[in-house]
C-alpha cells in the first residue's frame, strides 16, 4: 500500500485502480478459503488460526500508527490487554458476552490512546517508543496490583458464547476471522476517504495539511485513537478466541512482536499482510517448537529471511521487468 497521494474531486472518494480491483478479488477468494478451514482442519489448528486472525488485528493497529502518524509504538500490548480485560471483567461481572463489551473495550482503548498521545503530541521518534514502552513495561504490575477485578496471576477465563449452543470452537474461529475482514475492510475505505486523506496529508506535508486547516498535532492525536481503538479490538478478539486473559499475555515482549509482526508484514494495511504478520506471531512458532534450545535461533533467522525478502522481492521484480521479453 502506497502513502502517495492522489488527486480527488471533492466529496468523493478516490476512483479505485485496476490493481486494486485484483487484490480485492485475491482478498475475497482468501476469505472464502479461510472460511472453508473448519471443514477441513479440526481441533489445535482451527484454533491456532483464530489466533492469528486476532493477531493479524493486533498488527495492523501498529501498523496504522506507523502508516498514517510515522511513529513507532513499543507498547501496544497495553490497549490489547484494555480490550481483552474489557471482554474478561464484563463477563465475570455481569455475565455479558463479548459483542456486548467489545465495543466498551474498543472505546476505552481510543479515550486511553488519545488520553496518552494529547501529552505527548509533540515528540516523536524514538521518545514516544520509549514512552509508548513504559505503558507495557508497567502493565503487568497494573494487572497484578488489581487482582480484585483482573484475577492477578491466574487471570480470567473467557467462555461466554456468541450464538448459545453454537459448537464453542467454530465460534472461536469465525469471529476473529469476521472481526479481521471487517478492520481490514473499514481500514480500505479509512485510505480512500478525505479523512484518511488528510491524515496522511499531515504526516508527509505537515505545512501543506496546516494551510488546509489539519494540524499535525492533532492528526497524530487522531491516528493513536484510532491505531489504539484497534489494538483493543485485537485484544478482545483474542480473549475470546484464546479463552483466557492472564498478564503472561500482556508483558514487554508481546509489545515487541506485535511490532515484529508489523515490520514482517511491511506495515500493510491489507488483509493478506496482516496475515503474514499475525501468522509470524502466532503458526511459525509452533512451526518451529521442534527445534528445542534453538526455537529464538530459528526465529531470528526467518524473521531475517522475512525482511530481507521483503527488500529485494520488489527489486528483483523490477530487474526481471526491465530485461528483454520481461512481463
Known amino acids: 500500500m502506497s502513502d502517495?497521494?492522489?488527486?480527488?474531486?471533492?466529496g468523493s472518494p478516490l476512483p479505485m485502480p485496476a490493481g486494486a480491483l485484483a487484490m480485492r478479488a485475491g482478498t475475497v477468494v482468501l476469505v472464502l478459503a479461510l472460511a472453508a478451514v473448519p471443514f477441513v482442519l479440526k481441533g489445535s489448528w482451527t484454533y491456532a488460526l483464530g489466533?492469528?486472525?486476532?493477531?493479524?488485528?493486533a498488527v495492523l493497529s501498529v501498523s496504522v500508527l506507523v502508516r498514517y502518524g510515522g511513529e513507532v509504538s513499543i507498547g501496544h500490548g497495553f490497549f490489547a490487554a484494555v480490550g481483552a480485560y474489557s471482554v474478561a471483567i464484563l463477563e465475570q461481572r455481569l455475565g455479558v458476552s463479548v459483542v456486548l463489551s467489545l465495543p466498551v473495550g474498543v472505546a476505552l482503548g481510543v479515550l486511553l490512546g488519545i488520553a496518552f498521545a494529547f501529552p505527548s503530541r509533540n515528540i516523536s521518534g524514538i521518545y514516544l517508543a520509549v514512552s509508548t514502552m513504559a505503558l507495557a513495561l508497567a502493565l503487568p504490575e497494573l494487572i497484578n496490583n488489581a487482582s480484585d477485578f483482573t484475577g492477578g496471576y491466574q487471570g480470567l477465563y473467557v467462555a461466554k458464547p456468541v450464538i448459545p449452543g453454537a459448537d464453542m470452537g467454530l465460534q472461536r474461529y469465525y469471529v476473529p476471522l469476521v472481526a479481521l475482514v471487517a478492520v481490514a475492510y473499514a481500514l480500505s475505505q479509512l485510505r480512500r476517504s478525505r479523512q484518511g486523506m488528510a491524515m496522511l496529508l499531515?504526516?508527509?506535508?505537515?505545512?501543506a495539511a496546516d494551510a488546509f486547516g489539519t494540524r499535525r498535532v492533532w492528526?497524530?492525536?487522531a491516528v493513536m485513537g484510532v491505531s489504539c481503538g484497534i489494538a483493543a479490538l485485537a485484544g478482545s478478539v483474542l480473549a475470546f478466541a484464546s479463552s483466557t486473559v492472564s498478564p503472561s499475555g500482556y508483558t514487554l515482549w508481546t509489545s515487541i512482536f506485535l511490532l515484529v509482526g508489523s515490520v514482517v508484514s511491511v506495515?500493510?494495511?491489507t488483509l493478506p499482510r496482516a496475515l503474514i504478520g499475525g501468522a509470524f506471531l502466532t503458526i511459525?512458532?509452533?512451526?518451529?517448537?521442534?527445534?528445542?534450545?534453538w526455537i529464538p535461533v530459528m526465529y531470528g533467522v526467518a524473521l531475517l529471511?522475512?525482511?530481507l525478502a521483503a527488500h529485494f522481492a520488489p527489486r528483483l521484480g523490477a530487474l526481471v521487468r526491465r530485461r528483454p521479453g520481461g512481463v
Open 305 to 307: 529471511a522475512v525482511i
Open 4 to 10: 502517495a497521494l492522489a488527486p480527488t474531486s471533492a
Open 51 to 57: 489466533v492469528t486472525f486476532a493477531n493479524s488485528i
Open 267 to 269: 506495515y500493510g494495511l
Open 202 to 207: 499531515a504526516r508527509t506535508h505537515p505545512a
Open 219 to 221: 492528526a497524530r492525536i
Open 284 to 293: 511459525v512458532p509452533q512451526l518451529l517448537s521442534a527445534s528445542g534450545a
